[in-house]
Antibody
Framework: QVQLVESGGGVVQPGGSLRLSCAASGFTFSSYGMHWVRQAPGKGLEWVAFIRYDGSNKYYADSVKGRFTISRDNSKNTLYLQMNSLRAEDTAVYYC???????????????WGQGTLVTVSS | AIWMTQSPSLLSASTGDRVTISCRMSQGISSYLAWYQQKPGKAPELLIYAASTLQSGVPSRFSGSGSGTDFTLTISCLQSEDFATYYCQQYYSFPRTFGGGTKVEIK
């Protein structure tokens, strides 16, 4: 069955960096677009970034553009989020999510991981 | 960016009730609209996509309608396991955006 397992969260000081990973299994990872979505404590959902199945296109929320970088290694079935210049407002649970359907068209989030908590605090 | 207004933000209902949640877009998105359910401490789960297509395994008491700018999620007969928070989301364009959420609580 589909599994997405996030890791790499933790406590980091403002201005610091962190790299999140999302290990995928149970589906052909290299055929699916992937996203990062976050949720601040007690708040709603905020989309963060997207990468096309082959890594050729990437999109970012304005709130993280220039600070976060999404990437993937299809040989390792793993998605990454490099987060630099972290701010208190980046504190959230970060979820990775796969597109509902394989390919390059636009799709909803078909499956989500359980998330990893990032806390930015001094 | 496409803004989404979801209402109500809080809905108090009883088991067996029919409930309706609305989502309005700042611009037309055809039918590129999804609904998710999230329970406390859990990841969201896809309920409906393409505005009205039920995701595999989702009970038929859930239904979606609408196109363009106005969409609705209906739960025809609320069950105990349906008390949760629901989000609409557009996938017409980037950045992807979500509604603010509707918490369905026990009356």
């Amino acid at each position: 069955q589909v599994q997405l397992v996030e890791s790499g969260g933790g406590v980091v000081q403002p201005g610091g960096s962190l790299r999140l990973s999302c290990a995928a299994s149970g589906f052909t990872f290299s055929s699916y677009g992937m996203h990062w979505v976050r949720q601040a404590p007690g708040k709603g959902l905020e989309w963060v970034a997207f990468i096309r199945y082959d890594g050729s296109n990437k999109y970012y929320a304005d709130s993280v553009k220039g600070r976060f970088t999404i990437s993937r290694d299809n040989s390792k079935n793993t998605l990454y989020l490099q987060m630099n210049s972290l701010r208190a407002e980046d504190t959230a649970v970060y979820y990775c999510a796969k597109d509902h359907t394989a390919g390059s068209f636009t799709f909803p989030f078909g499956y989500w991981g359980q998330g990893t908590l990032v806390t930015v605090s001094s | 960016a496409i803004w989404m207004t979801q209402s109500p933000s809080l809905l108090s209902a009883s088991t067996g009730d029919r409930v309706t949640i609305s989502c309005r877009m700042s611009q037309g998105i055809s039918s590129y609209l999804a609904w998710y359910q999230q329970k406390p401490g859990k990841a969201p789960e896809l309920l409906i996509y393409a505005a009205s297509t039920l995701q595999s395994g989702v009970p038929s008491r859930f239904s979606g309608s609408g196109s363009g700018t106005d969409f609705t999620l209906t739960i025809s007969c609320l069950q105990s396991e349906d008390f949760a928070t629901y989000y609409c989301q557009q996938y017409y364009s980037f950045p992807r955006t979500f509604g603010g959420g509707t918490k369905v609580e026990i009356k």
